[in-house]
């Protein structure tokens, strides 16, 4: 699948800064650099970064809105080290072991070390934020407090039935807010007036709920070539993702029973697995999750129509929430 | 041990600003508010802060330098918050379950809420910076990113013979980032010159070497009713504490076989924490040690001579400077 215009333009640049950011030469740095994807763990180059979808709509919305890239570039760099920090911190919370098809930070370097490599990049993304001014720091610690709180409500959903109104909740916060957030960042950069940054939030909401859905769809349903984890991930890690949530709602006392017995066991077998994505395809819960993604998705393009983005912007934009629509990785 | 004035006379107003900074209702800022002894398990009131040394010394050099309490608060209780939050991931990483004499985050409330808990606290340090000015969050975050380094540094000693040398440097980050810090940012809201600030400072790396090799003393010989902690717990947890390269230093060929023995040990049993105290006092590690912390303290009332402090805040910071000498907490 051919990735959208505004996933690739400023890739390089963001690249670079990332570089700058994590140069350092203690182990700590370079556990840094395997983190973001930047190096392997032998400290060769690497090109393993994941999509960069947040500095990327930082840095499309400032210029878009006529600010500069260099001055939006170390806000931008600053949110995708906010991201990475909670990534390696979230694999140690999930004993995941993999991620983008590599050992995770903790899994290779201990949970100490984990800890710590985390710490330093929520830090560093601050020591970035202050190179881009007073607002900039400020939308991104409040950015980060609430994503902190989204990880908070979900590591509480453990062991308890899930409603959809209370993940939806959830993912506003803990996947939701980095992605307002990009948008924020790049209205600030470019100057934009008050109603316009507020417009620019609003459909980051919508594409921040369409983009967690389709990764939850992926969780399940997802192909391990492609998205580098096993296929059920999310069943087997006993994740309460929208999957499961819909497929709790809809489901008869039979196959509500399955569920629930197989979520409250400690560890769940392959057979267990496949036994949950049978229910969850007899219940349709695919289709209902992605017609979720096309309904946000629909709300992102009709907020879209009110700012003030060129034509070129425009068309740039509603490739990229297409790309969401149907992206596999 | 009467307290010196520096830490009773801003304990009321530390208070008051950690308790608004951690209002939030939901179970995180509770865990928060645990950690730093504000309230116990069930969220009644509790009396646990620990010294506040960080951010009395903040409000006391600010004052002292003629500048105001309140607008110095926020930049004091971002660092207390910063302190806090490396104590609640410190604990994760040293598999430490005492703090204070009560459970540590991690033993409480399981080790994935307690990384999620330390990161929320780094992050509204920031937000409390933010209130205190883009200064104050420039060396808020330089202090941070050098004391996590310092804990990288700390976390790499595991399993190697440590040289006092290589440790004064780690205890420079590691403890002394955040002293220095609290002077420095002392300067900064009384609007103090440059010259003056780096005189704070150096007088800031002295305590701070003081304070710390106090703290290593106590957790060998530390009276287990005051510190909170078992007596010997450092070389329990095979710490490598400064009383460690001390000893192995001075140990001659027979001792110096039992402390690279017990300390290559998986677990380390009671017997061989007094084997390994017996060779430290047959060594005078104590001594050697306490000659240390008053070494560094008279260079910190050298410093001290050089700045311009009134008498009063002169005695006011010599009686700080003879407790850190003398404490047993």
Redesign the interface.
Known sequence: MTLPRILTRYRAQVKEGLLKSLK?K???YAILRYGVGLEDERGTPAKNMGKLLRPSLVLFTAEELGGEIEEALPGAVALELIHN??LI?DD??DCDETRRGKQTVWSLYG???A??????M???A??QA?RA??EA??AL??A??EM??G???D??FEGKEVKVDSYLQMIDKKTGALIRCAFRLGGLFAGAQRDVIEGLVEMGRELGRAFQIRDDLLGVWGNREITGKPQGSDIRRRKKSLPVAIALACASGEEQALLREVYAKEEIADNDVKRVITVMEHLDVCKTGEEQVTHYLKCATHQLAELPFSEQGREDLQELIDYLARREK
Chains 1, 2 share one sequence.
């Open positions: 350092g203690s182990l700590l920090f909670s911190h140690i919370q949970v100490a070390q800890i710590n490599a985390g710490d330093l929520q830090a560093l601050v020591a202050v001014g007073e720091v400020a610690v409040d980060t407090v902190i709180e990880q908070g409500l590591l509480a």
